[in-house]
């Protein structure tokens, strides 16, 4: 496994390279990543990982310096899976370049994490523009735990960049809490609590019958956990899983849910 600090060393590393497959991440590795990771080995011939906390994706300094890092552990999870490169840029690598990126979600796009988070996926979308015209991959494998980024990528990069991305299952842990390196801020009993309400609502999913109104049984819901569980729920929403549209259907829907538990905000959908 290499590892590459910098764009000149990419670009030599990646001289002739083809089928390239890139999972970008934001560090402190779990088995979500990778699952990431091992699909991009099977189908792709060379595979890099990349390790950036984005800054211009969090709307919160505190939340930037908050995140959780730990480079060593990720190196060693790394050279376990015999990836062939990890890229880990510094902040000017990435933005120092005369390339503008600008990229506005329109109106009707600013919905869920996209209307709590402003500026959030304007950033993903920036640094994913940056690093796939750096990296040059044929495949991006992205996560279906953040479904949202993932559609948004889709309409963006797919196209314009000549890149496919290829959607990778949400990996829960024994609770069915969905791995997340934010869950390295949560106490031991958060955790629990976060496990709970994801098994409660991967549940009610399975329970929402066509018969009924998802207008008003979705909002109950909403307020019974918020109460039940002290915490504050942001969105608690049925939207089609391609389009994003509210849906009153369960066909291709899933729920989707964002909220604070303590300091810490998570998100879901089922
Ligand atoms: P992050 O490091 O949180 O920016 O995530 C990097 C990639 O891993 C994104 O495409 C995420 O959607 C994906 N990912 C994060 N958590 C999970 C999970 N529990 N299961 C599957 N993919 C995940």
Known sequence: MKILLNNLDLNEALYN???IGFIPTMGSLHKGHISLIRKAIQQCDTCV???FVNPTQFNNKKDFQNYPRDIEKDLKILRKLSIDFV???KIEHIYNTSNIVKIKLNKKEKILCAKFRKGHFEGVLNVMTRL???IKPSKIFMGEKDLQQLILVRKYIEKNLKVKIVSCKTIRDKNKLALSSRNNLLSK???LK???IARYLISFKKQLSIKKSFKKIIPNKKKYLEEL???KIEYLELRNKFNLKISSKKKNAKLFLAYNIGKVRLIDNF
Do not use: L, M, Q
């Open 87 to 89: 890229y880990i840029p």
């Open 229 to 231: 569980h002290d915490i």
């Open 17 to 19: 390279k083809s089928n």
């Open 49 to 51: 990982v990349s390790i």
């Open 189 to 191: 009993d958060e955790k």
């Open 132 to 134: 796939t015209n750096i």
């Open 194 to 196: 976060a496990g709970k």
